[in-house]
């Protein structure tokens, strides 16, 4: 990014915080009141992680298919703003997807291919680890099916009804279409200690404070009603702007995700979170307060994910906790403003493979994005979002439009 933007930015930054101080909100209180509120469920967190309770909430697949959890499951995972689904996929259907996606990596020579490509993608640039093995593939067989999947389709609808979706604002998505969103995958390898990422959020950093629609988004949290704020409010998210750049996700998202293509937990080289969907509100909060200077907002940076670091944000790291052992066939989703990572160092000894797949429910903004991708998605190219790689062009066994089913056409945007 050039000066000049930076500047610019720096400069709405300034803006931002001095019209806030000027509305008369005392965001020191405002501050103070979140803060209670976050301790109390990070001293909940640390009891159990001495317990030897995992703090990650874990359901069946069969019971969201047979027609959902009971209240009190359903009001757990929205308080920690991540659910790990067991068995969404049949073991050997995933462990066959495994298996053939590492030979299309392989026989489509990939590695060589990436060599000459390094230095493309700068999304993770300011983190403290190096560059994960996230594989630049979007059009695989295996990626499509399960994207495609009626098993993804169900639980992503019960997803997305967590939502407060028939919001103040009117109706923000359509819980039940879904949105095609290609992402990549990850082949990690046992014994690697140069591919994790330190803790982040995705999907917008100084946007959150400095665009219109983020600040609609966080009116309660910018306006001191604090007691009004909700994660899981849909109201105005889907008219949110992020800052292009390659790797920043331009749709609404109601969940990240991931399909395990292996087994995988502690100390494999995996997902670490914090499970506290509202710890949005603390970081909002925290990036405003005089010992912050007045152009900076806690190290955020434009065109990069949203660092969550030890100099800022120690106290919401004591809730930093690495999820439990999934297994082929497992799904893992998770609240766009909740803060994750990927462990330093895979001391397993298999392969830590998982293809990423969230949730994009059908609104303005998605569908919006569907024809870009679908250009992309018939010409074999890298998906719009990520750097223009275009491995897969003229790669063996990638996925094509005439292997689509209904639903598939539906998602990708295709009008028939």
């Excluded at 005392?26 to 979140?34: G, Q, W």
């Excluded at 939502?163 to 992402?183: K, M, Q, T, V």
């Excluded at 082949?187 to 994790?196: H, K």
Aim: hydrophobic share 35%.
């Amino acid at each position: 990014m050039s000066e000049t933007m930076t500047g610019e930015i720096r400069a709405q930054i300034s803006k931002t915080k001095a019209d806030l101080r000027k509305n008369g909100v005392d965001l020191a209180v405002a501050f103070e009141k979140v803060d209670a509120l976050i301790e109390a469920q990070i001293q909940t967190i640390e009891t159990e992680v001495k317990s030897g309770i995992s703090p990650v909430p874990v359901c069946d697949y069969a019971d969201i298919a047979a027609g959902g959890l009971d209240d009190d499951m359903t009001a757990r995972i929205k308080q920690r703003g991540v659910l790990i689904m067991r068995n969404t996929f049949a073991a050997d259907r995933v462990e066959g997807w495994n298996t053939w996606l590492m030979g299309y990596v392989e026989k489509n020579n990939y590695f060589e291919r990436q060599k000459e490509k390094d230095g493309m993608d700068q999304y993770f640039a300011n983190l403290s680890s190096s560059r994960p093995q996230i594989f630049g593939l979007y059009w695989s067989k295996p990626q499509m099916e399960a994207r495609t999947s009626t098993e993804l389709a169900t639980a992503r609808q019960w997803l997305n009804r967590l939502w407060d979706f028939d919001s103040a604002n009117g109706i923000e998505f359509d819980p039940d279409r879904e949105c095609l969103y290609a992402d990549r995958l990850r082949q990690r390898e046992p014994g690697d200690n140069t591919l994790g990422l330190s803790p982040h959020v995705d999907g917008g950093s100084v946007e959150r404070w400095i665009d219109p629609g983020y600040q609609r988004v966080y009116r309660h949290l910018l306006s001191g009603d604090i007691g009004s704020y909700e994660a899981f409010d849909a109201a105005y998210r889907t008219t949110t702007r992020e800052i292009p750049s390659p790797a920043v996700c331009s749709m609404f998202r109601t969940y990240q995700g991931w399909t395990a293509l292996s087994r995988q937990g502690p100390g494999d080289g995996t997902l670490n979170l914090v499970p506290i969907a509202n710890a949005m509100a603390w970081i909002i909060l925290r990036a405003l307060q005089d010992d912050v200077a007045d152009d900076e907002l806690c190290g955020a940076a434009p065109s990069r994910a949203l660092t969550i670091s030890q100099i800022y944000h120690a106290k919401l790291l004591r809730a930093y906790v690495p999820i439990p052992v999934v297994e082929p066939g497992d799904t893992v989703w998770w609240h766009p403003d909740v803060i994750h990572g990927v462990e330093d160092h895979h001391n397993g000894t298999g392969y830590s493979n998982v293809m990423y797949i969230g949730a994009a429910p059908a609104c303005e903004k998605n569908d919006a994005f569907l024809p870009r991708q679908l250009k992309a998605f018939e010409a074999g190219e890298s998906s719009p979002d990520f750097a223009a790689e275009n491995y897969e062009v003229d790669f063996e066994g990638r996925f094509t439009p005439d292997m689509l089913s209904q639903l598939g056409r539906t998602q990708m945007g295709y009008k028939d």
